[in-house]
């Protein structure tokens, strides 16, 4: 039994005021459910006072992104560790914008992942093809690329509740998404990349789809059986919408 897990990335978005408004909205809103796990994933400067703002909840906190290193001369960086003592309890590694934008490769995702649980922390692994790569046929090719480069740093067996999020990344931000079947195609692939190195840890493996995830598309997302839950981009700043895909999230467990 899966447990399911929506995600909100709130990218560079957000002010103090902005952020206290959101956070006690769905600290208010989202219904208590054991059943599935919400977190949400501020910018950095943000994390110590959405920890506060979230304290006593059941809202759990995430950080965007994380060094592959974890101390030392390297200015502007933010370790792992700096953000399990902030609160944080998962980080998001390799999301599409960090590669296309950052110059992320898939060598540094996997060192940021690494880094991630060697702080004890959850790694929430993006991957996803782009719409020429979807085009040329190349969605499970590109995806086993970037998963095997992880695979390549750690073994599927010390994944240890990390959970990966398929991202197509023409359905980023674009208001375009993965129809369920399109969605559940890719993520049985990617169970099944699992399966074949670790047949336990893949049926225990939460796989999010992310890409214009809303309250009216989410239950139909979420209803297909390989799909865990979101990782949600713009619609996790509107907390009337963001409660609804959560709510469309719970009793969906596999
Ligand atoms: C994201 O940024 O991870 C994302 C899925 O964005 P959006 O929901 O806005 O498409």
């Known amino acids: 039994m899966r447990r399911p897990l929506v995600a909100g990335n709130w990218k560079l978005n957000g002010s103090r005021a902005a952020n206290g408004a959101l956070l006690r909205a769905l600290v208010s809103g989202c219904r208590d459910d054991a059943g599935r796990e919400i977190v949400v994933c501020p910018p950095f400067v943000y994390l110590p006072d959405a920890a506060a703002l979230l304290g006593g909840s059941t809202i759990g906190l995430g950080a965007q992104d994380a060094a592959a290193e974890s101390a ?94 398929y991202e197509p990344v023409w359905a980023i931000g674009t208001g375009r998404t993965a129809t369920p079947q399109q969605a559940q195609a890719v993520h049985a692939f990617i169970r099944g990349q699992f399966a074949t190195l670790d047949a336990r840890m893949a049926g225990q493996l939460r796989i999010l789809y992310g890409g214009s995830v809303k309250g009216a598309n989410a239950a139909a997302l979420f209803g297909m059986p390989d799909i865990d839950g979101g990782l949600v981009g713009g619609a996790s700043l509107d907390a009337q919408d963001f409660i609804l895909i959560c709510d469309a999230a719970s009793g969906s467990a596999t």
Do not use: N
């Not at 880094?115 to 590109?142: F, M, S």
């Not at 998963?147 to 959970?163: E, K, P, T, Y």
């Open 72 to 165: 030392g001369a390297f200015t502007g960086e933010i370790s792992a560790a700096m953000l399990a003592d902030v609160g944080c309890r998962y980080v998001i590694v390799g999301h599409s914008e960090r590669r296309a934008l950052y110059g992320e490769c898939d060598d540094m995702v996997a060192r940021k992942f690494a880094a991630v649980l060697a702080a004890g922390l959850v790694p929430i692994l993006c991957v996803g093809e782009t719409l020429e790569e979807r085009e040329r046929d190349q969605t499970e090719a590109v995806v086993e690329r970037q998963l095997r480069a992880v695979l390549g740093r750690v073994a599927a067996s010390a994944w240890q509740g990390a959970v990966v999020a």
